[in-house]
């Protein structure tokens, strides 16, 4: 059974930067392209990144300029690079396959984004 784990969230100012991580066990990772999706209150999770088995990236909502998304197949984590971030970006951040997602969600990683 996949089980995944976020890490890495927390308190940032206002253009600051921050990396967070997801941490797949119980599956084979290189298997599958990754995303991150992030869920602001009271709406649906989004999905924002996708790193398939390749490494091609894609972004949604003109994050491209400002997130990075990378994958490690030893480590079977995914990180999400967050840089120049806005109070807008504040969000519950999880990790699951790219679209569709197929696994149980973990719990996120909350950032927020304050000054």
């Known amino acids: 059974q996949v089980r995944l784990v976020e890490s890495g969230g927390g308190l940032v100012q206002p253009g600051g930067s921050l990396t967070i991580s997801c941490a797949l066990s119980?599956?084979?990772?290189?298997?599958?392209?990754m995303g991150w999706y992030r869920q602001f209150p009271g709406k649906q999770r989004v999905l924002i990144a996708t790193?398939?088995?390749?490494?091609?990236?894609t972004y949604v909502l003109s994050l491209e300029d400002r997130f990075t998304i990378s994958r490690d197949n030893v480590r079977q984590t995914t990180t999400l690079q967050m840089d120049s971030l806005k109070p807008e970006d504040t969000a519950v951040y999880y990790c699951?396959?790219?679209?569709?997602?197929?696994?149980?969600w973990g719990q996120g990683t909350q950032v927020t984004v304050s000054s």
């Open positions: 699951n396959r790219g679209e569709p997602p197929l696994w149980s």
């Open positions: 790193i398939t088995t390749e490494g091609i990236r």
């Open positions: 119980g599956g084979l990772f290189s298997q599958y392209t």
